[in-house]
């Protein structure tokens, strides 16, 4: 899908960072060490990796200013693995859908598309739902009444976009995502019967948040469950009612979220992580694969295990959790050892008194 | 969405508790403490919250008799959480979905449709399959062969339901649910290599059953996969094949469940659970959060872990967990307190024949 | 759905098994020893369940060479679970999807679909893509640009297959799964916001791959996301950028695999496991229900466990940590008794010194 070139010296300009060595090189697309050709761009992101760089055949190479001569032209980056990701963006060739409303569509008189926005077939979009400039929706999307979609979406096939929810801008939602599904809300009677609390409440996701394949996102019972700017989300992830996610917070695959939970800013939730009711977990926290939250959590801990703790104690336990088996052993060995002592103390003492006896002879 | 509105002595009435105070005070809808304006009628479901309760500017209160006046009208309830719920079902604006067909949905020449079925956009519905009346299905759902729903179902957009599925009275299923999946079943050649074994068993849901979002639930190889009365299921549930969930059974986020499990009534399973296959959940068992059932349970358990015990032994456990590191530094300073023992005693031993032989001189 | 019937000496001939017993039974079934009747086959691949082949109406059985006659008619195989599944199959009425194109699909006129291929309601392709002989799309499915389909594959509602993906033959996807969602790649600034590393690979799916519902395969951010030969994948996995699954690997349900893993062949990994990134995993290896693997494994290995290690070194660590509350109090006692022998030591030397001193005088 890449097609675009650049010279060096263009990419240097473009990116903001300047090169070194033959700027005229021509660039057509960005690869890894290990597969790019003389015409692609590679980049050194771990020093780690260094012996791939010096067999790599990429034309340019991106590196940490520590870098020093790579026989190769460079673009110096103090940040390579970002500056790879901002060049990448220029090669990419977004999906070609076209401005307009395919004739399939169904889109309510009372919704407002935006001329340039692109709806492909089967797309949905009721009563007072209005998509902004730049918005593509591919086809087969449910866009509920009212909901507010911001510019430049990008949001694939099979997505559901429920009644109420408001999506800012440049937000992009993968295939089988439902926003706005009901919250899991029931009273019980007496008996352990269930009844339905409804649930009122909408799904508000901020600007530049990315939501991956197949998640679920839950509207609120009452007010709103809230995806704030820049979070980027992974496939699986089930978000429940009013919870609150803080700026770009990274959410890894399968993580479930209960109801009423607050996470600050910054937040990294490793896959598969469990977080229950109604906890609040602060900025810059992360959660090693896995783990379940079972107590709020202060801001810049890191923890792992279920229930979770501080990083460096878990790893005592689970060191001395390695040890078990053989340290059982070594108290058994202990056991047998008092016993011995024990024996001996009781001889020792019954030969003393025979000594003393014998002395009082 | 809420507009209706009710003065108090009628919420009394259609709720059948009664009420204290000015019955006249007109609700229009239902509201945390915390939020809840002077139209709004808002609950004390746990003591703890008092004082939200007199901080709160609700306009009426749902409380327990236990609670004396609050200097608002209440209305009394022995379950306020409940009285809540159906309060707020009163209020509560169904989506606006018009009874009829959609001009782009396709139905079958040999499919039955109650009159007043609402079927929205690009809904199928394949030959012998039937709609009960007052059932909805939004749009974009594949209604497969023989498939029964009966009255008053809720079915949101991208549901499955698929050949030979039947489906009871009040059911909700919601969006990017799979009902009717093949399971998961092959057989193994010497070489590994596996073969399909058919699954030709259907899926059976009864009254009053709620699904979330992105579930999965299989047909059974033989006979049929079970979701019984009133269960109640959240998003990105697992069920496999010729599973049996039991009456009022609620199953929470990411629950995994293998195949030919038969879960009692009133079984409560926490987020992320997981189930071994041809397993025996009793009744009212409830199962923590991340927890993995690896044998049978009997009725009335609280377990939880991995694999999972009985709460209570589990804790125990878990407490000996935590004193580990400790515990061994203190088993190592036995083990000094022991050798110091040993040495000891050695001279003792050595000292006491010394005087020994010096008594024999 | 059965409808098909077979003498006993034609199954034998079609299976390439021995009978033994009256051939001339009709058979029109298979179905499981409690409830299959007497126009049924059924099966015994478990000696255990030999009392319930006493108590079956089964018409007739596969059995296991060492079994003797058991007073019906038998087909004998060395593998019964695989003949039975073959035998199933025969019986098997695929479902009835007419050959041709739906006339609610949109196909662009730069796809290629083979005349005999069935495309059912609502379902795109889009251009550049290629649908093989033979295989059947039920509905409201999406198929990206470029997109290759073999023969005879299987697609249920709700799929995505996006732009660029590659199938091969007789592959089955199970509904709401997304064959080519974008990997979760981004780069971070100093500042910890994300920027969008564009996913350009593809993913590849060998033949005879079956994924079940509600999954999610992302492509690779530069090559393929690969899913070799033979592989069956369970409901709502999650496999992440540039996997590779080697041949005849078995993932059951709610696995997520994180980017750049490598399975090897003939791999099993039980219910809900979780595998950290860029880990190799070896020929063969059995990961249990609920583990995590953190770390590279050996061919042929069984782990499991949070982190996994080899199961019977867990075995022993779990039995040790099931001993540690009991243990625990052990260890008390013991150090009891060391405190007791400390005492009496003391006292000991104290009277050996009082009778030496005495014996001084």
Same mark, same amino acid.
């Given at each position: 899908?890449?097609k675009r070139?650049y010279?060096?010296?263009d990419?240097s300009r473009?990116?903001?960072v300047?090169?070194k060595g033959d @700027? ?5 697309g ?5 597969t790019?050709?003389?015409t692609?761009l590679?980049f050194?992101a771990?020093?780690k990796y ?5 067999s ?6 991106i590196v940490?200013p ?17 500056t790879m990701a ?6 990419y060739?977004?999906p070609?859908?076209a401005?307009g409303?395919h004739p399939?569509?169904v889109v309510?008189p009372?919704?407002?598309?935006a001329p ?6 089967w797309v949905y979009?009721?009563?007072?739902a209005s998509?902004?400039s ?5 086809g087969l999307?449910y866009?509920?009444?009212?909901v507010?979609?911001g ?14 929810c408001r999506?800012?801008?440049?937000v992009i939602v993968?295939?089988g995502t439902?926003?706005g ?6 009273a ?5 019967r ?5 649930q ?6 901020d600007?530049?948040?990315?939501i @991956?394949?197949n ?8 007010g709103?469950t809230?995806i704030?700017? @820049? ?10 009612h009013?919870?609150?996610i803080?700026?770009?917070?990274i959410?890894?695959?399968q993580?479930?979220?209960a109801?009423?939970?607050t996470?600050?800013s ?5 896959g598969?992580?469990?977080?229950a009711?109604?906890?609040t977990?602060?900025d ?5 694969a896995?783990?379940?939250i079972?107590?709020s959590v202060?801001p810049?801990?890191d923890?792992m295990g279920?229930?979770a703790m501080p990083?460096?104690?878990w790893m ?5 959790w390695?040890r078990l088996?053989?340290w059982?052993q070594e108290?058994?060995?202990l ?7 024990e024996e001996?103390?009781a001889r020792?003492q019954?030969?003393?008194?025979d ?5 009082e002879c």
């Amino acid at each position: 899908m890449e097609k675009r070139s650049y010279r060096l010296s263009d990419l240097s300009r473009l990116l903001d960072v300047p090169f070194k060595g033959d @700027g005229t090189v021509v660039i057509d697309g960005v690869g890894p060490l290990e597969t790019a050709g003389p015409t692609q761009l590679s980049f050194l992101a771990n020093p780690k990796y260094r012996p791939k760089l010096d067999s790599s055949r990429a034309g340019a190479v991106i590196v940490d200013p520590s870098v020093e001569d790579v026989g190769r032209p460079m673009l110096i980056s103090s940040n390579p693995y970002w500056t790879m990701a901002k060049a990448a963006q220029l090669f990419y060739e977004p999906p070609p859908l076209a401005p307009g409303i395919h004739p399939t569509a169904v889109v309510s008189p009372e919704a407002s598309v935006a001329p340039d926005a692109a709806l492909g077939p089967w797309v949905y979009v009721g009563p007072g739902a209005s998509i902004g400039s730049g918005s593509r929706l591919y086809g087969l999307i449910y866009v509920g009444r009212g909901v507010r979609l911001g510019r430049d979406c990008l949001i694939y096939p099979h997505v559901s976009l429920l009644d109420g929810c408001r999506l800012g801008d440049r937000v992009i939602v993968h295939s089988g995502t439902v926003i706005g599904s009901d919250g899991f809300g029931f009273a019980q009677d007496a008996q352990g019967r269930s009844t339905k609390i409804p649930q009122t409440g909408i799904v508000q996701i901020d600007d530049d948040v990315e939501i @991956g394949a197949n998640c679920t996102v839950d509207r609120a019972t009452f007010g709103k469950t809230w995806i704030q700017e @820049g979070v980027k989300i992974d496939n699986l992830v089930q978000i429940a009612h009013n919870v609150t996610i803080g700026r770009h917070s990274i959410i890894v695959a399968q993580v479930g979220i209960a109801g009423s939970v607050t996470l600050g800013s910054h937040v990294v939730l490793g896959g598969q992580v469990g977080i229950a009711g109604h906890l609040t977990v602060g900025d810059r926290v992360r959660i090693a694969a896995k783990s379940a939250i079972s107590h709020s959590v202060e801001p810049g801990q890191d923890l792992m295990g279920v229930p979770a703790m501080p990083q460096k104690q878990w790893m005592r336990h689970y060191a001395a959790w390695l040890r078990l088996p053989r340290w059982q052993q070594e108290v058994a060995a202990l056991k047998e050892r008092v016993r011995h002592l024990e024996e001996t103390l009781a001889r020792t003492q019954t030969s003393t008194e025979d000594e003393s006896h014998g002395n009082e002879c």
